[in-house]
């Protein structure tokens, strides 16, 4: 759907657009007197009718899919695989031996809070960065 008086869009490129597309679903409609916003204009019942009814035609011919069920849904679930597994307790492992290295290298009072250096390092570090006592 398209306005006759569209700034935003070329109208003829648009309708081109339409045609070329392998969609065996594909209608153009150009409505006359209306501007870039169809669903501000004062036939904007006719715009809304016409969506409609291009849904309902769509619906009506087209062909059923199979039976949904659960068993066929596939989304994420709380299991976690093995090889995720692995990887993720890899990259912790390494987090934290980047954090005892950083924290020993860097931090000489570490003695004080030795979890929230080695669990916060990357931050801090920025922070040093930032402040401009630079670790190296």
């Known amino acids: ?17 339409v045609m070329a597309s392998s969609s065996s679903y594909k ?3 150009l409505f006359k007197d209306a501007y870039h916003e169809l669903q501000k204009e004062p036939m904007k019942v006719d715009v809304i009718a016409r969506a409609l009814s291009f849904i309902a035609k769509v619906e009506a011919s087209a062909k059923p899919f199979g039976v949904l069920t659960v068993s066929k849904l596939r989304h994420g679930s709380m299991r976690i695989r093995k090889s995720n ?3 993720f307790l ?9 954090g005892i290295f950083v ?3 860097f931090f000489p009072a570490w003695k004080y809070n030795p979890v929230r250096v080695i669990l916060l390092w990357p931050l801090l570090l920025l922070f040093r960065i930032a402040i401009g006592k630079l670790p190296w």
């Open 27 to 29: 209608e153009y409609a």
């Open 90 to 98: 890899l990259g912790l492992l390494g987090y934290l031996a980047i």
């Open 103 to 105: 924290m020993k290298k």
């Open 85 to 87: 597994r692995r990887r």
């Open 1 to 17: 759907m398209q306005a006759e008086h569209e700034y935003l869009v070329g109208n003829t490129a648009s309708k081109e657009l």
